[in-house]
């Protein structure tokens, strides 16, 4: 008989133990900050962020629902050494507690700063620091844009000074230069400047400047994002950095085009004084009218030189008349001196030419006894042929040709008969072989093509039989019991080829 065991403890489900240990967690562990290193971030597509809290002694996990991911400064990476700020609880599904967290702040100056290194050379071994990209800045831009707080002494400085030294149109894009959205807010007024069209009803840039004053690491922290950075590198319009005082160093620092130690240094790259522009064009207006006036009295001076080691025009004009008049006396003599050259030219030609009636008269009689002589060469040739032609005995000649090409071809024909002969199957017949043929009358060369039963012709030298093809296994079986019995072997009447 068995006894029912009593106790006085208070007996929970799975589910009320795990209800009650959250509980006690929560009611222990309210609102604390936690210090340690990030491992393992993983931004869930669902919007939440996993990761990993760890010392040099133990490890913690922690999760930060989407509803305050949003809300972080920064963005988690691996080895941050961070502070987080929230509640311990507990896991029921897996037996497991953890940290939710609800804001993230990293511990300390140093770690920004390694933050920041790491950053920087990863963005420099992408190439985007390269000084190969960086775009030259105008001397005198038509349209300045100004990225930078609407409100504080950065914008008034900047424009301050640009109106002192030389007014140009300045266009501001007001974004937050600290806090959460600064960044984001940064990247999207470059591209939107960059966006703009040239010679639309909101003029493009020629320079950009993004200033802000000076602060701490933490206060700078937008210029270092990548987000930032590589809008910055994207650029097609060139960009003048001024953030922070001339120790504060931001990774826009290295990708723009120019930097500046100060917004109001900015200002002075971006226009030149023009006070001092005009008196340099005053100046070099009178350099250059000086410069003038001086080249010109030497031009004068040396044409002068010049003209007075050339001659006399009139001097000039009477040598060249009185050797025309001399050229035109001896003209008009040699004129006369070749037509009467010609004329007597002419006369000597006509001597040497033949009377016309005198040449026709020569012609006919040469081609009358050229007549002669063709007519007696024709007459020679045809009785020569006529010769020739009787001499051949036609009809003897292709009676003993016929006769020697009929005895070549009977030569040649009892030649391929006594091969063909020689190639015939019946001389191997008559060597006692024979030729076997299926019922089609097709020759046999193979002992497989015939099956038992199937009728076959038989050809010898002498004459042809029949025959049919009885079972092989039979036929051997019978003419081995017989050899047994008269323990004497049978030959093989036909003989082989070899």
């Known amino acids: ?38 491992s393992r971030p993983n931004y869930h597509s669902s919007g939440h962020l996993y ?27 691996e080895g941050m050494e961070v502070i987080c700020f929230g509640r311990v609880s507990s896991y029921a599904r897996s037996s497991k507690y953890q940290f939710v967290v609800e804001s993230i702040e990293l511990a300390g100056e140093g770690a920004l700063l390694k933050l920041l290194d790491d950053r920087r050379k990863k963005l420099s071994a992408e190439g985007i620091f390269d000084s190969k ?28 000074r640009i109106s002192d030294r030389f007014p140009r149109p300045v266009f501001i894009w007001p974004v937050p230069v600290q806090g959460k959205t600064a960044a984001e807010r940064i990247a999207e007024a470059i591209i939107g400047f960059n966006k703009l069209p040239e010679g639309g009803s909101i003029p493009r840039p020629a320079t950009l400047i ?18 930032v950075v590589r809008a910055a590198a994207e650029s097609k319009i060139p960009i003048i950095s001024a953030v922070g005082h001339e120790t504060d160093t931001t990774l826009i620092d290295y990708v723009a085009d120019l930097r500046a130690p100060t917004p109001t240094a900015a200002a002075e790259m971006a226009v030149p004084v023009r006070s001092e522009l005009s008196m340099q064009t005053l100046d070099n207006s009178r350099r250059l009218i000086v410069c003038m006036e001086r080249y010109q009295t030497e031009k004068y001076s040396k044409l002068d030189g010049l003209g007075r080691g050339l001659p006399r025009p009139d001097m000039l004009i ?8 001399g050229e035109s006396e001896r003209l008009a003599i040699a004129v006369t001196t070749l037509r009467t050259r010609l004329i007597e030219k002419t ?32 007459r020679f040739i045809l009785k020569s042929c006529q010769q020739r032609v009787d001499g051949l005995e036609a009809g003897i000649r292709i009676k003993s040709a016929l006769i020697r090409c009929l005895a070549s071809a009977g030569e040649r024909i009892h030649s391929y008969d006594k091969l063909l002969e020689s190639y ?30 199937e009728l076959v012709h038989i050809e010898f030298s002498d004459g042809q039989k029949s025959a049919v093809i009885r079972d092989e296994k039979k036929e051997l079986s019978h003419v081995g019991k017989k050899r047994i019995k008269n323990n004497e072997p049978q030959k093989s009447k036909q003989e082989t080829l070899l």
């Open 133 to 160: 990209l960086k775009k030259e800045i105008p001397f005198l831009p038509d349209v300045i844009g100004v990225i930078t707080s609407p409100s504080g002494a950065v914008i008034k400085d900047i424009l301050h």
């Open 210 to 227: 993004i200033a802000r004053g000076g602060g701490s690491l933490e206060d700078l922290w937008c210029f270092n994002e990548e987000v």
């Open 424 to 453: 015939s199957y019946k001389n191997t017949l008559a060597r006692g072989f024979s030729l076997i043929r299926d019922f089609e009358f097709q020759p046999v060369k193979h002992a497989a093509q015939l099956k038992a039963g």
């Open 318 to 325: 009477a040598e060249a008349v009185q050797r025309l008049d």
């Open 51 to 77: 990761f990993t809290l760890k010392d040099e002694e133990a490890v913690i996990d922690a999760v930060c629902w989407r509803s305050s991911l949003g809300k972080l400064s920064i963005h988690v990476e």
């Open 347 to 378: 006369k000597a030609l006509g001597l040497r030419i033949r009377n016309p009636q005198e040449v026709l008269l020569t012609t006919r009689d040469k081609l009358g006894r050229y007549s002669k002589n063709l007519d007696l060469a024709g």
């Open 1 to 38: 008989m068995q006894t029912k065991s009593v106790h006085n403890t208070h007996e929970y489900s799975v589910s009320e133990l795990a209800r009650a240990i959250k509980k006690s967690l929560e009611t222990e562990f309210g609102q604390i900050r936690i210090k340690g290193e990030i």
